[in-house]
């Protein structure tokens, strides 16, 4: 089978909108051509620096400018970074995923600080992915010299439905920071998020976007929104699970050699649920109680899920292999103190703004 670049959404459309058994037994039998159908990445997603940051994502309690009940913290200490890493080893974990909420990755002591931090985690040997927003091609060359594997950036929606969503920065500018990672040998992670209001279209029309890259993206996170309390998006209704189960066979079909990661929105999962998501092609989780802000499945639970259906661990760099990591003092970069560039829409989404003010009202 000929990895292909030039879907059309009306293909995609076609392909979601099967019958569930022939799309169900399309998108595994792509999945064994590619892939090991019993063996499932875990990954454990920890927040480096949480809430406070300056975008107005509808969907994210860690906006400022939304009234919700996160914890903020300031930048984790290497040390606390390290000792979580070896706790998420020790539960089954192969790939720890840093994230800050960040707009974008500035140059100085806290970027240093998270460069040491992914040098830590590949010396015990686990593949260490970032979300820290928009970065240059110059950061993203540092965070490979460090020793990253992965660099998360979800183009979250379609480019026709980011507008109704975000208004703080546009689509084009997610591009552009996955542009720079693959300037680099550092794989790309993008996906993104069903269950905000979009239509079966735009869903097609984020697959399109994702599966249009050349390369795809090594792995597509496909989450279920998580509503919470004081975000513009906290009255959707939760996904139905053939909701999930169609996007994920979807993009199996669409992009066979990618790890489809079932992301968040798992606590509203049945067991039955999962297991028909990973026979659709979803052969990667976030594991840990804890996604980012919002809550996720006990491990425990998830490697009696596992054992229920026979699941087995992926052994980390199984795909790639290990990167090297350079120490900061034969860094062949140095920081440039630059921005990465982001266009600023005149779009305005009312949604965001009711949001925003009701926090401002209630403080
Ligand atoms: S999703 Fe990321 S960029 Fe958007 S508000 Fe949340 S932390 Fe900020």
């Known amino acids: ?66 009234h919700t009940d996160i914890e903020g913290n300031d930048l984790m200490s290497v040390n606390q970074v390290k000792a979580q890493a070896l706790r998420a080893k020790a539960s089954g974990s192969s790939r720890v995923c840093m994230g800050a909420a960040w707009r974008n990755v500035k140059d100085g002591p806290e970027f240093d600080q998270v460069l040491e931090m992914v040098r ?59 542009d720079n990672v693959r300037k680099t040998n550092v794989t790309v992670c993008s996906g993104g998020i069903i269950g905000m209001g979009e239509s079966v279209d735009d869903r097609a029309g984020m697959l399109l976007a994702l599966a249009r890259l050349n390369p795809q993206p090594e792995s597509v996170p496909i989450n279920a929104l998580v509503a919470v309390e004081g975000t513009p998006l906290e009255d959707q209704k939760t996904v139905e699970i053939w909701e999930m189960i169609r996007m994920v ?10 790890q489809v990661r079932l992301s968040a929105g798992r606590t509203e999962m049945s067991r039955e649920g999962q297991a028909l998501c990973f026979f659709a092609g979803a052969n990667s989780i976030f594991a840990g109680d804890k996604l980012l802000t919002t809550p996720n499945p006990d491990v425990n639970e998830d490697m009696k899920m596992f054992d229920a ?41 009312e949604r965001n703004i009711e949001a925003a003010s009701k926090r401002k009202s209630e403080a």
């Open 1 to 66: 089978m000929q990895l292909r670049h030039d879907w059309t959404k009306e293909e995609i459309l076609e392909i979601y909108n099967k019958p569930m058994m022939d799309l169900l037994y399309e998108a595994a039998t792509i999945h064994r051509e590619f892939h090991d159908p019993n063996k499932v990445q875990v990954s454990t997603l920890l927040s480096i620096k949480t809430g406070g940051c300056p975008e107005d994502c509808g969907y994210c309690p860690q906006a400022a400018r939304y």
């Open 120 to 178: 830590t985690i590949n010396k015990l040997d686990m593949e260490v992915c970032c979300t820290l927003g928009m970065i240059t091609e110059n950061q993203a060359l540092r965070l490979a010299e460090a020793g990253l594997y992965a660099y998360n950036h979800n183009l979250d929606s379609s480019e026709e439905y980011y507008k109704e969503i975000i208004s703080t920065r546009d689509f084009k500018d997610r591009l552009a920071t996955i």
């Open 249 to 258: 066979a979807t993009t199996r079909i669409v992009m066979p050699l990618t």
């Open 309 to 349: 259906l026979g699941l087995i661990p992926m052994k980390p760099f199984a795909k790639k292999s290990q990167p090297k990591t350079v120490e900061a003092s034969d860094s062949e970069y140095v920081a440039l103190g630059e921005k990465p560039k982001w266009t600023r829409p005149e779009h305005k989404i």
